[in-house]
T-cell receptor, first 114, second 113 residues
Framework: EAQVTQNPRYLITVTGKKLTVTCSQN?????MSWYRQDPGLGLRQIYY???????DKGDVPEGYKVSRKEKRNFPLILESPSPNQTSLYFC?????????????FGEGSWLTVV | GNSVTQMEGPVTLSEEAFLTINCTYT??????LFWYVQYPGEGLQLLLK?????DKGSNKGFEATYRKETTSFHLEKGSVQVSDSAVYFC????????????FGKGTLLTVNP
């Protein structure tokens, strides 16, 4: 089954404690991306990756890092989380960057920073 | 820049009622348009899409037509069910190497028996 898998699904953490949200896809997709969803703001892109070792900033990259060492994995790293990073995070993937290709989303990761 | 505006929610309907969720957009060029649905506790699922003007996307009884002249992509369903209760997002992609989807703020639909 085609899947984008995120972990953890739910996490409460404290300010400043580094954390990583993992994302893995089993569809051999080249493109992967991270979004955050906040009430009244919809979804906003954090980072994206066109392929292995190729990453770039989206609209709201501050406070986040990513890496793409393998095609299937695209972890989101919060080096020093702050309360304003409390949000619902979605990982997404697509075969390539071509209009018409479907973008698949993971189930989301609820992150609370206290 | 690109933007998507969809009707404010929440929308509450009775089962078998007709549904319309309005969506209008601003974009350069000829964007592809999408409706995504988020059921309670789940991730985003692509509901339907249209990639050029006058295309109609359809799935699970939902339909939306790409209207370039009115820059709209309204979601419709003739008879909603309780299981359609979810948050619906309109989105567009207008090209670019980041393949970024621009989303509307989402519309919460609740269908009562």
């Amino acid at each position: 089954e085609a899947q984008v898998t995120q972990n953890p699904r739910y996490l409460i953490t404290v300010t400043g404690k580094k954390l990583t949200v993992t994302c893995s896809q089993n569809m051999n997709h080249e493109y992967m991306s991270w979004y955050r969803q906040d009430p009244g703001l919809g979804l906003r892109q954090i980072y994206y990756s066109m392929n292995v070792e190729v990453t770039d900033k989206g609209d709201v990259p501050e406070g986040y890092k990513v890496s793409r060492k393998e095609k299937r994995n695209f972890p989101l790293i919060l080096e020093s989380p702050s309360p304003n990073q409390t949000s619902l995070y979605f990982c997404a993937s697509s075969l390539t960057v071509t209009s018409g290709n479907t973008i698949y989303f993971g189930e989301g990761s609820w992150l609370t920073v206290v | 820049g690109n933007s998507v505006t969809q009707m404010e929610g929440p929308v509450t309907l009775s089962e078998e009622a007709f549904l319309t969720i309005n969506c209008t957009y601003t974009a350069t060029g000829y964007p592809s348009l999408f409706w995504y649905v988020q059921y309670p506790g789940e991730g985003l699922q692509l509901l339907l899409k249209a990639t050029k003007a006058d295309d109609k996307g359809s799935n699970k009884g939902f339909e939306a037509t790409y209207r370039k002249e009115t820059t709209s992509f309204h979601l419709e369903k003739g008879s909603v069910q309780v299981s359609d209760s979810a948050v619906y997002f309109c989105a567009l992609y207008s090209g670019g190497s980041n393949y970024k989807l621009t989303f509307g703020k989402g519309t919460l639909l609740t269908v009562n028996p």
